[in-house]
């Protein structure tokens, strides 16, 4: 297509040319790169079809870029040699296409391929392109009459040689071209051609290079969050089935030193009587007010570990209330230090509720810190009960869904099929693993035992909240699928895929 006055072509003509001989020839010959890079896949596979006899082969591909003359019949040819060398290519790079390969290549790059000093020295250079049409424009001398006339260029000339044009009256005046010191760096690569193949993917590959960083460096801090986070709530849980047991222990020992306090007076009474006493009835065990019970302990005719000699050490009747009381003040030294303990390990959520509070209400605190001092175990078991039966379980399903991401984004730059919607696809995935981290509690109780066919695939371990929502987060695809049967079969709607 021409102009009828000039007979040269027209700037829609240009463009397509252009499309053809540039983006879809730097296409090809990126295809070709990627099938002779891939064990599995070849251009020439067998069985050979008809069509396949007018396929071009690889010589006359690079006739073209080579050897292209400025004919209107022979630029036909050879855009028609391209689109179905085109075809062919993509078909043998199947499931890679070229779109996928030049934005893995954009996205993934060839390496480093500057140090630190070039980087610098490449800023410094680019700042200079940005800043030179205008400084030379200023540095131009005057016009003078005897000087001869600055030269002027053509814009494709300027183009081709890499450099850049100021306009000077009706001429472009050519700059010196200052070529970039790392000679390396202006040799071409693959990632060059998957550039002139797909310029408009240049940017899209830049923000996709960010948002990657972002949701890597997210996972991470993610990881380490929740890691803290299990950690503390498996130590406030230790602590206090450590205090659970700490109690049972006690509650055992009084049992036993109620039963040699009895037989102690038995046997008093019987040798100051010389008869044998009564065997007392035995109380059975009761949940009793600190009043009743002191009132109990006051009325028992002998009490251990009671008796202090003027200088406030203990006393002791027999060996027996001797060993006795020993363990009763070890078990109660270990109480009061796992309190303590309880209590160091409650405070960074009490200051971090008091912190919350006082923001939200002008100053008042959450909770007053007698009460927080008096209620530490009680405290303690709602944060571990909110805490790792809510929020680790929502954390646990992100970290699920980022790294089933992680490993979808890893498989396909290993095949070369990334493309700009999976940073789409990711951001929903993890958004889908977060809903169902959040409502597994809902669905799913864990048992502390597994059987039946999970015992098969678990053996005798159980999973707990966490683990469930972080399996449903790496699979969260196939639990949504999983529910919409369910409601499917609970509700009697049909399936809409299934046709009748």
């Known amino acids: 297509m021409s102009t009828p006055d000039s007979g040269k072509p027209s700037l829609d003509a240009q463009r397509l040319e252009d499309f053809i001989f540039v983006r879809e020839l730097n296409e090809v010959f990126l295809l070709l790169d990627h099938i002779s890079g891939c064990w599995d896949k070849s251009w020439y596979a067998q069985p050979k079809t008809f069509a396949d006899e007018i396929i071009p082969n690889v010589l006359e591909l690079c006739k073209i870029g080579l050897e292209a003359d400025g004919s209107d019949n022979s630029k036909a040819e050879q855009a028609y040699k391209l689109l179905c060398a085109k075809d062919k290519l993509n078909a043998a790079a199947r499931p890679a296409s070229g779109m996928t390969i030049a934005f893995t290549l954009l996205v993934v790059g060839e390496g480093n391929r500057r140090s630190w000093s070039a980087w610098m020295t490449g800023i410094g250079n680019l700042w200079r392109h940005w800043t030179r049409p205008r400084e030379a424009t200023l540095a131009l001398p005057p016009p003078d009459a005897g000087a001869s006339a600055p030269q002027a260029v053509d814009a494709g000339t300027v183009a081709s040689n890499g450099g850049a044009a100021v306009p000077v009256g009706n ?26 193949a797909f310029p408009g993917l240049v940017h899209v590959a830049i923000k996709f290079k960010l948002w990657l960083s972002c949701i890597v460096l997210l996972l991470v801090l993610g990881l ?7 950690w503390h709530i498996t130590g406030g849980n230790v602590i206090l089935q450590h205090l659970d047991e700490l109690k049972v222990k006690e509650a055992v020992l009084q049992k036993t030193i109620a039963e040699a306090e009895l037989k102690f007076a038995t046997d008093e009474q019987e040798h100051q009587t010389g008869q044998p006493a009564p065997m007392p009835m035995a109380i059975p065990a009761r949940a009793d007010a600190p009043g009743q019970a002191r009132a109990r302990n006051a ?11 003027k200088d406030a050490t203990p ?23 796992a309190h303590d303990a309880l209590g160091d390990w409650l405070q960074p959520w009490i200051d971090v509720y008091q912190y919350v509070q006082a923001k939200l209400s002008s100053g008042r605190m959450f909770y007053p810190p007698p009460a927080a001092q008096g ?24 970290l699920g869904a980022g790294a089933a991401v992680v490993r979808d984004l890893w498989a396909k ?21 977060a809903t169902i981290g959040a409502c597994i509690a809902l669905f799913i109780s864990p048992s502390p035992q597994a059987g039946g066919k999970e015992a098969a695939l678990l053996g005798s371990w159980a999973l707990s909240s966490s683990a469930l929502s972080f399996v449903a987060g790496f699979g969260v695809e196939g639990v949504f699928l999983a529910l919409e049967s369910l409601v499917r079969r609970v ?3 049909s399936d809409p895929a299934r046709k009748p």
């Not at 380490?224 to 299990?230: A, L, N, Q």
């Open 171 to 196: 001429a472009l005046v050519a700059l010196p071209v200052q070529r970039n010191s790392s000679r390396s760096w202006d040799k071409p690569t693959r990632l060059t051609l998957a550039r002139h």
């Open 224 to 230: 380490m969050g929740t890691c803290v986070m299990s």
């Open 299 to 309: 009325s028992r005719p002998v009490q251990f570990c009671s008796l202090f000699e």
């Open 315 to 337: 006393f002791y009747r027999s060996t027996e209330e001797y060993q006795l009381c020993s363990r009763k003040r070890a078990i109660e030294r270990q109480i009061v230090i």
């Open 375 to 398: 209620n530490t175990e009680e405290l303690a078991q709602i944060v571990t009960m909110v805490v790792g039966t809510a929020v680790l379980p929502l954390f646990y399903g992100v």
């Open 413 to 433: 730059m290993r095949e070369s099929l990334l493309s700009p919607r999976d940073l789409s696809l990711a951001l929903l995935q993890l958004a889908l693993g």
């Open 491 to 493: 509700f009697n709607v």
